[in-house]
Structures are given as C-alpha cells and as structure tokens.
C-alpha cells in the first residue's frame, strides 16, 4: 500500500527566509506525485506536480526516486505563503487511489 | 464552471441520525473521491470511484456508503451518524490531466 509522510506538522520560518517542506513516499511503482495548497478559508488547490517540473509562486520540487523523497522549496518566503501544505501521491498504472499526507501548515513570520 | 459543488456546507446531526453529504462536478471527470479532514490528521480518504458504477473502499470506509449512478454525482451517505464522524468532508475529481478539482468542504457535527 501507498503511504506519504509529511513528517512536520509545523513550521516556521521569517519572512525572506529560505522554506523547505518536506516529503517521502513509500510506494513499489513509479507513482505521479503533487503537493497541494490550502489558504485559509479556500479549498485546496494543485501548486506542483512532479512531472510537469516549473515553479509555480517561486516554489519548486524535485522528485528523487533513489530517496522517494519530493520536498517542497522556496528561497525566500512571503507572507501569503501562510497556509496548509500535502503531498499527494497517484500511484498510476490503473490505479486512482490518491493518497494524502497529514499536512504542514507553514507560518511565515513578518 | 462550477467545477465541483459539494452541498451543504454546514450540518449538525444528532447521535444516530443519517445524511447524504451531495457533490456533483462538471468537468466529466472518470474519477472521484470523498475524504474526511480532522485536525492535524490531514486528509483520508473514505471512497473512491473510476467510473459510473464503481465505487471502491478507501483507508476509512466503516460507516460510510457511497453510490455512483452518473458520471456527475459521487452522493456519500452517513448512517447511524456517531461523534467520531465529527469532521470536515471533503470531495474531489480528476480527469485525465491528473490534476484534482475540491469541493469547499462540508463541516459535519455529530452531538
């Protein structure tokens, strides 16, 4: 079975900092992975997936097989980054099960 | 486009009362999904369905029923409605993009 693990429910960073959340996966495949966004009072909504590799709002992730690691980057981090963060995996190959992780909610210090 | 409409947006049940949690979509998308947020717990799915009349268990299943007579609406049904199904239900589509569309959610409690 498929498991993601976001293992920071939590964090924190300054404003203008560098953020890095993070995510492994556990799966036998070649699985298609994202990470959604959450603001406040919206609902979610797709920031990256692996395969189509661009930077959307500065963030960038980089999927590494050899870790089934897909951590989530930004260099400089705003304000309006604030919100809840998943990763999400989509294992393929005839199979549509898409699996969450628990979440970080990233607080981004003024 | 509405994308994906789930109603209502808030319920209060009493202990043992049943509902139907509605969504419909229309972006004729094969693939749908219900999921529960509890706090902290991120999101876990309940069931899924690839099609018109096939639906398939998910991580948390027990108390929950689910039908998909059309390709637009994915209803999920609560019986016996008990306190721990307290949470914030969750529906989603996607098409052959891959990409998921959300509803905004249904806060449910259960007293």
């Known amino acids: 079975a498929q498991r993601v693990t976001q293992p920071e429910k939590l964090l924190s960073v300054f404003k203008g900092a560098p953020v890095e959340l993070k995510c492994n996966y556990s799966?036998?495949?070649?699985?298609?992975l994202f990470w959604y966004v959450q603001y406040s009072r919206q609902r979610l909504q797709l920031l990256l997936r692996h395969i189509s590799r661009e930077s959307i709002k500065g963030f960038t992730a980089d999927l590494n097989k050899g870790e089934t690691s897909f951590h989530l980057k930004k260099p400089f981090a705003q304000e309006e980054d604030s919100a809840m963060y998943y990763c999400a995996l989509l294992p393929g190959a005839g199979s549509y099960q898409l699996t969450f992780g628990k979440g970080t909610k990233l607080s981004v210090i003024p | 486009n509405a994308g994906v409409t789930q109603t209502p947006k808030f319920r209060i049940l009493k202990i043992g009362q049943s509902m139907t949690l509605q969504c419909t979509q229309d972006?004729?998308?094969?693939?749908m999904y219900w999921y529960r947020q509890d706090p902290g717990m991120g999101l876990k799915l309940i069931y899924y369905s690839v099609g018109a009349g096939i639906t398939d268990k998910g991580e948390v299943p027990n108390g929950y029923n689910v039908s998909r007579s059309t390709t637009e609406d994915f209803p999920l049904r609560l019986e016996l409605a008990a306190p721990s199904q307290t949470s914030v239900y969750f529906c989603a589509s996607i098409g052959s993009g891959g990409e998921a569309f959300f509803g905004q959610g249904t806060r449910l409690t259960v007293v």
């Open positions: 972006m004729n998308h094969n693939y």
């Open positions: 799966y036998s495949g070649s699985p298609e």
